[in-house]
Every structure is written in C-alpha cells, then in structure tokens.
C-alpha cells in the first residue's frame, strides 16, 4: 500500500531535481556569456540575476558567492569538454581514437571560448580553483589516459604511465590553441603538426 506514494514521492522529487539543473544550467549559461561579452566585472549577483530573471538570493543559495559561483562556471567549462571527448565515436583501433580526439579537443576549446578563458586564461582576476576542483578538472580529461593505456597495451605506444603521455600531450596542445586563439596560427595545421609530434615521441619502433 506504501508504494504508491513513495513512487509519487520519487517522482516529484525527480523532477525538483530536474527543475533545479535546469535552473543551475541556465545560470551558468548567462554568466559565462557576461565573461565572454562584458568581461569579468559584470559578474555580479545582481547583474547575473537581471539577467537570468530570478532574484539574488536564488543566485546565492545555489553558489554561495562570486568564488562559489567561479569554481562552478570552472567545473563546468571541464565537464563539457568531458562529454564533448566522451561523444567521439569509437575507432577501428585505439591508435586511431587517440589521433582523433586531439582535433576534437581543439574543436570544444575554440566553440567554448567564455569557459575556455576561465579555465585556462584566468578570465576572472584572483580567482583560483581548490585543490578538489584541480583534481576534478584533471579526471575529466581521463579518456586521454584510458585511450592512451589501450594504445599502450595494443603496443602502439611504449609502455609508460598513460598520464605521462596524456599530460604531454594536453601540453602540446594547450600551447597551440593558445597561439591561435591569440591570432598567431591561422588555421589547425600546427595544432596537427604538434600533436602528432607528440604522439609520436612515445610511439613504438616497429623497426627496433
């Protein structure tokens, strides 16, 4: 006799919290485009608000405050590109997956631009991700040490620490995007070109 109302219980509360995702999303949403267009100075509880259209306190209960609200806008911009990562479609090899997940993190980087500036530009003067924060960030980014630990037992690469070659390779990476973002490269040939050249430090000599 009980289930009825606990499954009705379950659904309204399923959809509170659905309502409320909703809701944070949207926040989100309207305060990395005032960083994007406006810049950091327009990120304030009240602005965010009017924009948004709900009330301050909304806004507080959900973040805390301006640092809360950063460390979320910061986690978000790395769980997007988790799922972005996540969404490449599987390769013949692990090989093949690896290359192609180098141009679909360019990709989210540049049609990101307002997390990209948070997460990797300090977009927000003073702000600065706690360690749990940094740790999550990293874990997002984990397909590249799964991918490349396939890579390595397939024997495609030598056998070393995944993240090792991961970490290079988001190096590689970050310093071309930065340049091109900053109108240095005109194109994603040295994006490719950097990369690949990295892959290929760690890859194994079938000739040896």
């Known amino acids: 006799m009980t289930s009825a109302p606990l499954g009705l219980q379950g659904a309204y509360l399923k959809g509170e919290r659905a309502s409320h995702d909703e809701l944070r999303s949207h926040l989100l949403d309207v ?34 405050n301006r640092e809360g609200l950063a460390e979320a806008l910061y986690l978000e911009g790395f769980e997007r590109f988790r799922r972005y990562l996540e969404s490449v479609p599987q390769r013949r090899s692990p090989f093949e997956h690896l290359t192609a997940l180098g141009p679909a993190y360019r990709q989210v980087c540049l049609s990101e631009p307002g997390y990209y500036s948070l997460m990797f530009e300090r977009a927000i003067p003073g702000f600065e991700p706690s360690e749990r924060a940094r740790t999550l960030a990293r874990a997002a980014l984990n397909i590249l040490d799964r991918v490349i630990a396939d890579c390595i037992s397939a024997g495609y690469l030598i056998p070393t620490q995944p993240r ?21 490269l005109r194109d994603g040939r040295t994006f490719e070109a950097v990369t690949m050249a990295t892959i290929c430090c760690y890859q194994v000599n079938k000739q040896a």
């Open 164 to 184: 090792k070659i991961a970490d290079a390779l988001w190096a590689a990476a970050q310093g071309a995007i930065s340049l091109e973002r900053a109108g240095h």
């Open 31 to 64: 305060a990395v485009n005032l960083l994007e267009t406006d810049g950091p100075d327009s990120l304030t509880m009240r602005r965010i608000a009017a924009e948004a259209g709900c009330t301050t306190t909304v806004i507080y209960t959900m973040f805390g």
